[in-house]
Nanobody
Framework: QVHLLESGGGGAQAGDSLSVSCGLA????????MGWYRQAPGKAREFVAA????????EYADGVEGRFTIFRVSAKNTMYLQINSLKVEDTAVYYC?????????????????WGQGIQVIVSS
């Protein structure tokens, strides 16, 4: 059984940088495409970014590319999301997700495993 555990997050000021990480246990890290989603208060969960099993390809939602960077460190079975130039509208619960996908990226609605989520609060 695959388990995903997010860490990091917390509170920050607009304009600051912050990162969240996601550790994977119980699976084969190198077989999984992974992604980040977020859910802001009162809104539906939305796709943020995704990365292939080997980190060779990344994908970002419109509006976050350039400020958000997704990357992974295989030796640590961990994926990261670096957020720069934080905006108040980045406030959300951030979820990591994984799908067994040794090639490419899955459709955005076909991630199999999900973490519990971690809160990011950006104040002005």
């Amino acid at each position: 059984q695959v388990h995903l555990l997010e860490s990091g997050g917390g509170g920050a000021q607009a304009g600051d940088s912050l990162s969240v990480s996601c550790g994977l246990a119980g699976g084969i890290f190198s077989n999984d495409a992974m992604g980040w989603y977020r859910q802001a208060p009162g809104k539906a969960r939305e796709f943020v970014a995704a990365i292939t099993w080997n980190g060779a390809r990344t994908e970002y939602a419109d509006g976050v590319e350039g400020r958000f960077t997704i990357f992974r460190v295989s030796a640590k079975n961990t994926m990261y999301l670096q957020i720069n130039s934080l905006k108040v509208e980045d406030t959300a619960v951030y979820y990591c997700a994984a799908a067994m996908m040794p090639h490419g990226l899955p459709p955005r609605n076909e991630y199999t495993y999900w973490g519990q989520g971690i809160q990011v609060i950006v104040s002005s």
